[in-house]
C-alpha cells in the first residue's frame, strides 16, 4: 500500500513533465526496482541521483528527462525533509569556513588529472566555453579566454590576480598572449601540481591557499568558476578582499554559474558527491555583495553555451572510459553520468544560468564598448 502511494505520486509528478515510467521514449524512466518510487519522493533529487547511482533505474536520455523535469518546474513540487534539513543547516552554519576551504580540492578536483585531461579541452578548462562562432571545444575555451582577458583590457606589464586557477591553462593563456604577470591560487594539491608544470618557463606563480590568505597589488583579478564555491555567508566578504587587492583604477570579472533565486545551501546531491560545500549565487545576492565596493559595467549572460560545453565534456567522457575504467567504478562512471547530463539538462531548461560580471573599482570614464 504505502509502495503504491509513493508510485502513483511519483508518476503523477512525472507525467506533468511528460514522462512515463516504464515509456520507450529515450527520456522515460525505466525500473528496476520498485524501492525507487519511495526514495525519490522522500529524499529528492538525493534519492533520485543515489538510486541511479546504485542501478535502480535507467533513462535513455538523462539530459532530456532533467530538461522536462526542470522545465516542468517537478522539482520545486517535491517537499521532501532533505531539502528543509540542508536549507536550515545553510543558513545554521557556514558551510564555506576557512576550515573547510580545502574539502572540495581534495573530493572533486583530486578526484584524478587523467579523468580531467581525457575530458576537457587542450587547456584543461574546467568551466563554461563561448561557443559564438566556434566548432570545437577547444575554440569554445579559447574564445572564452579571449572574452575574459579582452574585457580586463589586459596590457603588457600588468599584474594579474587568478583566482581559482584550475590547471593552470587561463593563467598560461594571459601570460602567453597578453604579455602579463600571473598570480594563481587553487584548493587542490592535483591542480596546483599539474599548473605548476603547465606554466613552467611563464611569468605565473602557482600558490596552494584559500583566497581569504591573499595578499597583494594588482591591476586585474578575475574568477572563473570558483565563486560558486564562496557561499551566501561570505560573498560580502570576497568583494572586499576583490576590493582592497585590486589597484584603484583596476578592473575584475566574475564568471559564475548563478541561481534564478537567492539560495542558502546547494543541491543535496551535488554537494554530496560532486562539489561539497557549493552554493549558487542569485543576481541580487552579487549585487547587493559588491554594492560600495565597485561599478558595474557590464553583465553577460550566455547559459545555453554552458549546455553545449557539458555535451562536449560527456562525450569526451563516454569515449574515453574504455581507457579509463579499470581505474574508476561502475557506480562512479554512473555518478559522473549522471552530474554532467543532470547540469547540461538544468541549463538547457534554464534553471541555472551562467553570468560574467565586469566590476570596476572607480568607474571607467567615457564611451567604452564591452566585447562580446
Known amino acids: 500500500m504505502i509502495d503504491t502511494y509513493y508510485k502513483n505520486q511519483l508518476t503523477r509528478l512525472f507525467d506533468s513533465a511528460d514522462i512515463q515510467i516504464g515509456g ?10 520498485p524501492r525507487v518510487y519511495r526514495r525519490t519522493i522522500t529524499e529528492a533529487n538525493l534519492g533520485l ?8 533505474w535507467e533513462c535513455g536520455d538523462l539530459e532530456e528527462f532533467f530538461f522536462r523535469l526542470l522545465s516542468a518546474k517537478a522539482d520545486e513540487k517535491i517537499l521532501a525533509p532533505v531539502l528543509f534539513i540542508s536549507r536550515w543547516i545553510g543558513k545554521a552554519y557556514n558551510l564555506q569556513h576557512p576550515a573547510r576551504a580545502f574539502t572540495v580540492g581534495e573530493k572533486h578536483y ?34 572564452k579566454l579571449r572574452l575574459v582577458f579582452d574585457k580586463l583590457q589586459l596590457k603588457p606589464g600588468m599584474r594579474v590576480l587568478d583566482i581559482g586557477c584550475g590547471w593552470g591553462g587561463a593563467a598560461r ?84 554559474i548563478g541561481s534564478n533565486v537567492p539560495c542558502t545551501n546547494g543541491d543535496p546531491w551535488s554537494c554530496k558527491y560532486i562539489f561539497p560545500n557549493s552554493m549558487l549565487p542569485s543576481a541580487s545576492q552579487i549585487t547587493k555583495s559588491y554594492e560600495g565596493l565597485f561599478t558595474l559595467e557590464d553583465w553577460h549572460v550566455f547559459s545555453h553555451d554552458y549546455y553545449m560545453t557539458l555535451k562536449a565534456w560527456h562525450e569526451n567522457f563516454e569515449k574515453e572510459w574504455p581507457e579509463l575504467q579499470s581505474r574508476y567504478s561502475e557506480t562512479f562512471y554512473r555518478m559522473w553520468r549522471y ?12 534553471s541555472i544560468q551562467l553570468w560574467q560580471v565586469l566590476l570596476s573599482k572607480n568607474g571607467l570614464q567615457g564611451r567604452t564598448t564591452i566585447p562580446r
Open 49 to 56: 541521483g543515489e538510486a541511479y547511482m546504485d542501478g535502480w
Open 24 to 33: 520507450n521514449r529515450p527520456w522515460d524512466m525505466t525500473i528496476h526496482d
Open 173 to 256: 593563456f594571459a601570460a602567453e598572449h597578453y604579455d602579463v604577470e600571473v598570480t594563481a591560487i587553487t584548493v587542490s594539491s592535483e591542480q596546483a601540481k599539474l599548473a605548476q608544470e603547465t606554466c613552467f618557463g611563464y611569468p605565473v606563480k602557482i600558490e596552494l591557499i584559500d583566497y581569504r590568505n591573499l595578499q597583494g597589488s594588482f591591476d586585474r583579478i578575475y574568477s572563473i568558476g570558483m565563486f560558486e564555491h564562496v557561499g551566501y555567508k561570505n560573498y560580502r566578504n570576497y568583494f572586499e578582499l576583490v576590493n582592497r587587492c585590486l589597484k584603484p583604477d583596476g578592473l575584475t570579472l566574475l564568471h559564475t
Open 339 to 350: 552530474y554532467l547530463l543532470s547540469f547540461a539538462g538544468a541549463f538547457r531548461a534554464r
Open 110 to 143: 583530486n578526484t584524478g588529472n587523467d579523468l580531467f585531461e581525457t575530458m576537457l579541452d587542450q587547456r584543461m578548462i574546467y568551466s563554461c566555453g563561448y561557443w559564438k562562432e566556434a566548432q570545437t571545444l577547444d575554440d569554445a575555451q579559447e574564445k
